[in-house]
């Protein structure tokens, strides 16, 4: 296992509600990054924080949002939540590149079922 | 952005036979090329990976190997066993620097029949 956790496991949300998602990274990692993996597709990239700050975002609108903590913890935030946002929620932690990093490690994920 | 192909889609091989998957992407200035095994349930699982100042990696039965002038890589699985029964992802970086970005491809559903 990595180290890198997330809660809740699942989640059930009605369209309209909105949603708030925590990643704890593994030890001595300061990014990091969310994923949102469709049933049968690979993830496709939301945002990395490093720092405390975004670093890249992908194409996603800005009903998503994240935070990273100073204990490099992060939370995604979905607000407005639609059928579609029902997906396996994943971050991963990393070693940013900048001191000799890269490799994403992944956390177990959250289910989110919108209803 | 970057785009990753990923082929085949699903592949079947009898046990101890080997096993490839190939990949292409279409930025070149990706130079960050992770494998990841997903089972049923859990979470993507980092196996192996390439920078692209290298051509080949071995990692005991896993290989991984680059063209970067053909922008394509391949996982070579050897003497594959049924716990490597999986879907397998690969994916590119964002152009390097600090941010990587990963782009996956749609992945592989291996099955290895005993």
């Known amino acids: 296992e990595t180290g890198v956790t997330q809660s809740p496991t699942h989640l059930i949300k009605t369209r309209g509600q909105q949603v708030t998602l925590r990643c704890s990274s593994q030890s001595g990692h300061n990014t990091v990054s969310w994923y949102q993996q469709a049933l049968g597709q690979g993830p496709q990239f939301i945002f990395q924080?490093?720092?405390?700050?975004?670093?890249g975002r992908g194409n996603f609108p800005p009903r998503f949002s994240g935070l990273q903590f100073p204990n490099y913890s992060s939370e995604l935030n979905v607000n407005a939540l639609e059928l579609d946002d029902s997906a396996l929620y994943l971050c991963?932690?990393?070693?940013?590149?900048?001191?000799?990093?890269?490799?994403?490690?992944f956390g177990p994920g959250t289910r989110l079922t919108v209803t | 952005g970057e785009n990753v192909e990923q082929h085949p889609s699903t592949l079947s091989v009898q046990e101890g036979d080997s096993a490839v998957i190939k990949c292409t992407y279409s930025?070149?200035?990706?130079?960050?090329f992770p494998w990841y095994k997903q089972e049923l349930g859990k979470r993507p699982q980092l196996i192996i990976d390439i920078r692209s100042n290298v051509g080949e990696k071995k990692d005991q039965r896993i290989a991984v190997t680059l063209n970067k002038t053909a922008k394509h890589f391949s996982l070579h699985i050897t003497e594959t066993q049924p716990e490597d029964s999986a879907v397998y992802f690969c994916?590119?970086?964002?152009?390097?620097?600090?941010?990587?970005?990963?782009?996956f491809g749609k992945g592989t559903l291996l099955t290895v029949n005993p």
């Open positions: 930025d070149s200035a990706s130079n960050y």
């Open positions: 991963a932690s990393s070693l940013s590149l900048r001191i000799g990093g890269g490799e994403q490690y």
């Open positions: 924080y490093y720092r405390e700050e975004e670093n």
């Open positions: 994916a590119a970086s964002d152009g390097g620097g600090s941010n990587y970005k990963l782009t």
